[in-house]
């Protein structure tokens, strides 16, 4: 519980200096009978009252000194504002009271929020406001007295002074109630000028009873001092402290506009009643509970029936009671006045609580031991957020102690190391005890140092809240590493800086990481440049060599026609001289024979290398549409008698494609050879059948040859497009058709697959590209 300091300041005070007075100043007022509460009190020896008053108003002030108030007391106030207590609210009003010496003190008796009542028992505070109304009720009177005494001065400047400066409002009231005069500066506050009031009747014109009651009693010849309400111009409700003095003919009142001092009170009030969490009670002398409130039964959860009588240890666990914890604590509050422990206590269904416990020894004036206060505070919340914080801060220290791969540690506010953790001792080399204290410009080069580079890193931070830097730092040996460094600036609630935290990173292995990766790429970089280089080099080669290959193919069938036209010639010639009878030599006629077969078979080889030749030169011909169904038909005529003599077959289904964009002489010639190849090398037993089929999509052309011939072995289909190359004796060829294929296709940008299954037959799969696009 936190009251004001102030209050706190002032019940210290009380308790040094005005404690007796005090005390005995309730007396007096109680046995006055001007305060109605427990007026047995008048009927116990005075002594005993007011050794009890004095002992609990001790007790009061002391807990509101120490922060832990009478929780039972709120809960009187509780009831009295429910209206199950007898108090009324004029038991909390102003009084004056007599002291001891008879000096007549004001006092606020607000200190009766605050007391317990049983036979013997009273407790009290008072608060003295003396100076308060001296300043403007005697002030009043002393006017007021003047006034009557008729002194010879300037009475109406007198009592226009007064009038305009005293925060009062003075009235006449007469025998009938009616108010013959009304006038002060307290009329403000009511939105009224001078003499508003005149003429109010007090039975007619108050509305609020206690004005009309009071004004009743003090018509009657009695005095009064009471706390009434009035109604500003404005319909604002203001409280009055008013006092009413019988005079010959009538009253004269002095009212005090106090709403703000109520008001103020009525705060403090609301915020003692705030206080929930107390249980209190008394022990005797042995230990034995012998009062119990309200709080203590929330908190602990035994009925008053059922714990009166019981000793206090029941709230300890066996283990303290083992130990004779409890009787230890009367013995030290016995000793010390008072003794305060935390610890776990037990409630009534065996569950645990967090308690502070505050025990108050009891003497009687004899200094004998009468008894204990206990007042018990359920602190399980706080201890839970106190453990959880507890928890966290050790984790969160363990987590940074631990790290080894970052250096973490705080810095003060002028960069001196106040922590340190593994990673710092692992990166930097010193050990806890060694750096704790230093300045972290350590960390740092001389020149780094001379350029006062760490004080303007800690500027940075302070400014933007954290500075980030790589750079070159300085280990315990001497030794440099390259550092990733991030400090942060710590402020506290209040936004004040409080230090720093650092942060820093060996970046050592990631730098030489990054520079043997930077490296090896270098290298890879080369040795890719290097083969390209290489593989540019062969291109260059191959190429120049299939140029020579092609001027050879070119030079040697354009070369060998001429001497094979001649030989042929010569031959024929000769003969001819020979005359037909050498035909008759049998020998000579063979001769002939084979020089004619050799000539003619050199002369094909001419030809088809003088057709290779031509691809070459022949790649930049025009291109043309070329109706493939028109085409497919041109070779059916050419071939018609290889067609009839094999009861051959040519299908064709086109779909899209019957238009294709390419050199029409080169594109006969694949289908030429294609379709021809599938008769060629028919099965001897059935009908070769040659199926064409074409399909297109948005890039290629797909030419599709099927037949179902002989096949072609496994093992040889790779070789079938190689110049020369061929797989079956039985017919004539000379193994160049599908090189010749082969390259106008590929000159063409495009590919030719073939699949064969031996003894079914083969397809043969030309993919031509229609624009831009090539095939490799
Ligand atoms: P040629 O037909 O003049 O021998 P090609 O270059 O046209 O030369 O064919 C090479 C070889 O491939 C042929 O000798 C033959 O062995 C094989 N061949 C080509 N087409 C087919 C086919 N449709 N069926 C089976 N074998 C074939």
Redesign the pocket.
């Known amino acids: 519980m936190n009251y004001p300091n102030y209050f706190k300041s002032y019940s210290a005070f009380l308790l040094e200096n005005y404690i007796e007075e005090l005390t005995q100043n309730v007396i007096v007022i109680t046995k006055n009978g001007k305060f109605p509460v427990c007026r047995f009190l008048i009927q116990l020896p005075e002594e005993t009252i007011y050794e009890k008053i004095r002992r609990e108003f001790e007790d009061i002030l002391q807990d509101i000194i120490q922060g832990t108030p009478h929780n039972s007391l709120t809960k009187k106030i509780d009831l009295w504002k429910a209206g199950k207590s007898p108090i009324s609210r004029k038991d909390l009003t102003i009084s004056d009271i007599n002291s001891v010496n008879h000096i007549i003190k004001t006092v606020i008796l607000d200190f009766l929020k605050f007391y317990e009542c049983s036979k013997i028992e009273l407790i009290a505070l008072v608060k003295e406001i003396t100076d308060y109304f001296q300043t403007s009720t005697e002030m009043g009177i002393y006017a007021f007295e003047e006034i009557q005494n008729e002194v010879q001065i300037d009475r109406d400047e007198i009592i226009h002074g007064i009038l305009t400066n005293v925060p009062v409002i003075i009235t006449r009231i007469n025998q009938e109630g009616e108010i013959t005069y009304s006038a002060g500066k307290g009329l403000e506050s009511l939105g009224r000028k001078e003499n508003d009031l005149k003429n109010f009747s007090i039975y007619h014109d108050f509305i609020f009873p206690e004005n009309i009651e009071n004004s009743k009693l003090a018509l009657s010849g009695k005095s009064v001092s009471y706390i009434g309400r009035s109604r500003s111009l404005s319909g604002e409700i203001r409280e009055f402290q008013n006092y009413f003095i019988p005079v010959n003919n009538g009253i004269i009142g002095f009212s005090i506009d106090v709403t703000e001092r109520i008001e103020a009170e009525e705060r403090f009030r609301s915020f003692i009643d705030a206080v929930k969490d107390y249980a209190i009670f008394k022990l005797s002398p042995e230990g034995y509970i012998n009062s119990w409130n309200e709080g203590a039964e929330a908190l602990k959860g035994y009925k008053k029936s059922e714990i009166i009588g019981k000793h206090f240890s029941i709230f300890y666990d066996n283990e303290l009671k083992e130990k004779h914890f409890p009787e230890y604590e009367l013995e030290q509050a016995t000793l010390h006045g008072r003794f305060e422990a935390e610890g776990f206590r037990l409630k009534k269904d065996g569950s645990r609580f967090w308690a502070n416990g505050i025990i108050t020894a009891l003497f009687d004036k004899n200094n004998n031991l009468v008894g204990f206060t206990k007042i018990t505070r359920n602190l399980t919340e706080r201890k839970l957020a106190e453990e959880r914080l507890r928890r966290s801060e050790e984790r969160f220290r363990s987590l940074i102690e631990g790290v080894k791969d970052y250096a973490i540690f705080l810095l003060e506010p002028n960069g001196t190391i106040a922590s340190w953790n593994e990673g710092a001792k692992r990166i930097k080399g010193y050990n806890e005890d060694e750096i704790i204290g230093k300045h972290f410009s350590v960390f740092y080069t001389e020149e780094k140092k001379k350029q006062k580079y760490p004080e303007y890193e800690l500027v940075q931070a302070g400014i933007h809240g954290k500075f980030e830097d790589e750079g070159l730092r300085v280990r315990k040996d001497g030794s440099t590493f390259y550092a990733n460094v991030l400090i942060t600036a710590l402020h506290d609630t209040s936004g004040k800086l409080i230090g720093f935290s650092k942060i820093t990173r060996d970046l050592t292995e990631r730098k030489f990481l990054e520079e043997s990766l930077q490296s090896m790429n270098t290298d890879l970089e080369n040795k890719v440049k290097e083969r390209t280089d290489e593989l540019l080099k062969t291109i260059k080669e191959l190429k120049r060599i299939n140029n020579d290959l092609d001027n050879f193919i070119y030079t040697a069938s354009h070369d060998l026609k001429a001497p094979i036209s001649n030989i042929e010639g010569l031959i024929s010639n000769l003969f001819e001289e020979l005359g037909e009878q050498s035909l008759l030599n049998v020998d000579l006629r063979d001769i002939k024979e084979m020089i004619d077969i050799s000539v003619e078979k050199f002369q094909i080889t001419i030809k088809d290398l003088t057709e290779i030749a031509k691809i070459q030169k022949e790649s930049l011909e025009t291109v043309e549409l070329v109706g493939l169904s028109e085409l497919i038909d041109d070779v059916k005529i050419t071939i018609s008698d290889q067609i009839s003599r094999n009861n051959a077959e040519i299908i064709y289904h086109l779909e899209d494609c019957n238009e294709i964009k390419f050199v029409r002489k080169n594109l006969k010639s694949i289908i030429y ?1 294609l379709i021809s ?2 008769i ?2 028919r099965s001897p037993e059935r009908n070769p059948i040659v199926k064409i089929m074409c399909s297109s999509d948005e890039y290629y052309n797909t030419i599709i040859c099927q ?1 179902n ?4 072995k496994a093992e040889n289909i790779d070789k ?1 497009f190689n110049m020369f ?4 004796d039985h017919v004539e ?7 010749i294929v082969k390259r106008i296709i590929e000159n063409a940008g495009g590919r030719i697959d073939v699949e ?1 299954v031996e003894g079914e037959g ?1 397809i043969f799969k030309v993919i031509l590209p229609k624009g831009e696009f090539e095939l490799h």
């Open positions: 050879n190849n599938g060629k090398y037949d011939g002989l096949g072609i079938i190359k061929r797989f079956h060829g000379s193994g160049v058709g599908l090189y064969s083969s």
